[in-house]
């Protein structure tokens, strides 16, 4: 259910993991919305926590796939196996989120299952203080980070100035 605040993951995330394009770690941190609304009408489950696992361990299996047939040098093994686990982690992440907010919690296995959950989302106190408690230190953190490499940038292109 929160919305902004699933972006705030993402785009703080950056900071910390720069080799990772933004678009997919937004992106993963929507992927379990994004099928939601594929599945909606096949009535399968995306939210319930053992779905929520599956769909982040999926992620990160297509993104080590994806990763390994782009970067095909054997070093970067590691470095594939570690952006994946992220992207893996983010996909995750959403459902933690949707656990603190959902307001009638998240089913622990399937649709009929028992449910848990914070339910911060309940009122639109509890559900605006999530989105913008945590959108905003994130958005903060990433454009933090875009200030400083514009920082490093600069300097760059100017001693490379001086050296032609
Ligand atoms: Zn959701």
Redesign the pocket.
């Known amino acids: ?2 919305f902004l605040a ?1 972006f705030g993951i993402g785009l703080a995330t950056k900071r910390f993991f720069p080799q990772i394009p933004l678009w997919a770690l937004l992106i993963s941190t ?1 992927v ?2 994004i099928l ?1 609304n594929i599945f909606i009408f096949a009535f399968w489950p ?2 319930g926590l053992f779905m929520a696992a599956v769909w982040s361990a999926s992620a990160m299996l297509i993104t080590v796939l994806i990763t390994t047939l782009l970067n095909s040098k054997k070093t970067q093994n590691t470095q594939n196996f570690y952006v994946s686990m992220i992207i893996g982690l983010l996909v995750f992440s ?2 933690v ?2 656990f603190i907010g ?1 307001p009638g919690g998240l089913p622990l296995l399937f649709n009929d299952s028992l449910t848990i959950g914070l339910g911060v989302f309940s009122t639109w106190f509890g559900a605006l203080a999530m989105e913008i408690g945590i959108f905003l230190p994130g958005l903060a953190i990433y454009i933090h980070y875009i200030i400083k490499i514009k920082k490093i940038k600069v300097i760059d292109d100017h001693s490379s100035e001086i050296e032609s």
């Open positions: 259910m929160p699933h929507m379990l919305d939601f995306s939210h959403h459902w989120l949707d959902w």
